[in-house]
């Protein structure tokens, strides 16, 4: 507990305060997770000042400050959406067949669109609404090839304050020509994206290859030589999602061992490094991630709707070389924004595999775990003192069978269990972004 200073300019909400401390997977959860069953959380200028009991902290919250009253409700840390496609938003829920296929029918027509700014900005309208109302606050976000796409979701993000990572894709062979760039453009824009944005309030920029077989030699050491100039923004793109692109990645890259060594022989390995998907990487691959720190994000709604394949977490979280792991909803391939949605499915896909995918262990990896995924977890992922002030307030009881589920709940990990398995956007109370309230369900904040 940490006593407040006075302020105007404060934030107090009060209820159950959930949140992880450490992985669950790697340690004793019951000490990885903890609870607050009637605790408070104090917000000043965007950043959490106190959090601790009720009874302890009440008396000493500045005068005038109102405190938002969500007894009943679980306070947790915003969620956080480590692989998903804004300029795939119109398309989610399209039918198809696997990967590839579902690219060229579905994925690459609606990106050629966000060469207009002007639907660029429309759709990053509307993709901000269905991150918060999803209690979503952090994002790291793949747009299109088009610089004007990038500025589009920067410019609304930074108006809402919330904490975006994005990238111009990179793309320059096996794509419609109006998609494609070339190595040196792509460098070029890239570059000015980053003088532009990574830094600016809360926006940080990631080279953005889409994926080895989009990509030629030439263009992925052109990334390679960005990120050697700019080492502190992020790098993303995809890996080992489905068979038939495995085998066509090799067939590209007959000198390379394996998927990760391409990007590994480019340069494009390391801590910030974000590979989506990864469901079936080898366990040399591994070895190398838990190595350089390279992270995985993993997108359980997407792998079973693109018939991809079944994440092996437990294989993932190894004690002997564990590999960092968050949660992606990789809208359009993925079938929700509700990060909630996405936890159940993950249970869903580790049952599949044989094994017991836990509510703490779930919970970790769509906050402290996606935030370590994001090598930002000393800003966000947990509610404790100093972090930045991004919330998500639950509601155990939104629909009729989750309020008659609830009844029977047992404990807070019961409770997060049913919520994951039965929730979407309508178990999301209210999202708070930088300690201002963002979003809240049948109301203006």
């Excluded at 006075?6 to 009060?14: F, H, I, N």
């Excluded at 000015?192 to 080279?207: D, N, T």
């Excluded at 029977?408 to 109370?429: C, P």
Aim: net charge negative.
């Amino acid at each position: 507990m940490n006593a407040p200073k006075d302020s105007d300019d404060v934030t107090a909400l009060r209820g159950t305060v959930v949140t992880c401390r450490d992985d669950p997977f790697l340690s004793d959860p019951a000490k990885a997770f903890t609870v607050e069953t009637d605790g408070i959380v104090l917000c000043r200028d965007g950043i959490i000042e106190a959090v601790g009991p009720a009874a302890d902290l009440l008396a000493s919250i500045p005068a005038g400050v109102t405190v938002t009253d969500y007894s009943g409700w679980l306070i947790a840390p915003g969620f956080i959406d480590t692989h998903v496609h804004y300029v795939q938003t119109e398309i989610v829920a399209s039918y198809g067949t696997q990967l590839l296929d579902w690219l060229d029918r579905y994925a690459f027509p609606a990106e050629l669109a966000f060469e207009d700014p002007a639907h660029a900005a429309a759709v990053a309208r509307a993709f901000c609404d269905e991150l918060l109302r999803n209690g979503t606050t952090t994002a790291l976000v793949f747009c299109a090839v088009y610089p004007q796409s990038v500025d589009a979701l920067f410019a609304e993000a930074e108006r809402r304050g919330m904490r975006i990572i994005a990238g111009k894709v990179l793309m320059d062979r096996n794509a419609p020509e109006k998609l494609r760039d070339t190595a040196q453009q792509g460098y070029d824009d890239s570059k000015a994206l980053i003088a532009r944005w990574h830094g600016r309030g809360r926006s940080l920029y990631a080279i953005t290859p889409r994926f080895a077989g989009t990509s030629t030699p030439a263009q992925l050491d052109a990334a390679g030589a960005l990120w050697r100039e700019h080492p502190d923004v992020f790098v993303q793109t995809h890996i080992a999602e489905n068979r038939r692109e495995i085998e066509w990645t090799a067939q590209l890259f007959p000198e390379r061992k394996n998927y990760l060594d391409i990007y590994d022989h480019h340069g494009l390995v390391g801590r910030r490094v974000v590979l989506a998907h990864g469901v079936h990487l080898s366990e040399d691959e591994l070895c190398r991630c838990h190595e350089s720190g390279a992270a995985l994000a993993h997108c359980p709604t997407s792998n079973l709707f693109l018939g991809s394949g079944l994440f092996l977490i437990a294989a993932m979280k190894d004690p002997r070389r564990p590999v960092h792991v968050g949660l992606g909803t990789d809208i359009g391939g993925g079938t929700s924004f509700s990060l909630l949605a996405t936890m159940g499915a993950a249970y869903e896909v580790a049952q599949l595999n044989g094994q017991a995918l836990s509510a703490v262990e779930a919970f970790y990896l769509a906050t402290l775990g996606g935030a370590r995924t994001l090598a930002l977890d000393d800003r966000i992922g947990s509610i404790a003192l100093g972090r930045e002030a991004d919330l998500v307030v639950l509601d155990p009881n939104a629909t009729p069978l989750m309020a008659l589920r609830h009844a029977r709940s047992e404990s807070i990990e019961d409770t997060l269990f049913a919520l994951m398995m039965l929730g979407d956007d309508r178990a999301v109370r209210a999202t708070y972004v930088a300690g201002k309230c963002a979003h809240e369900r049948g109301s203006k904040c």
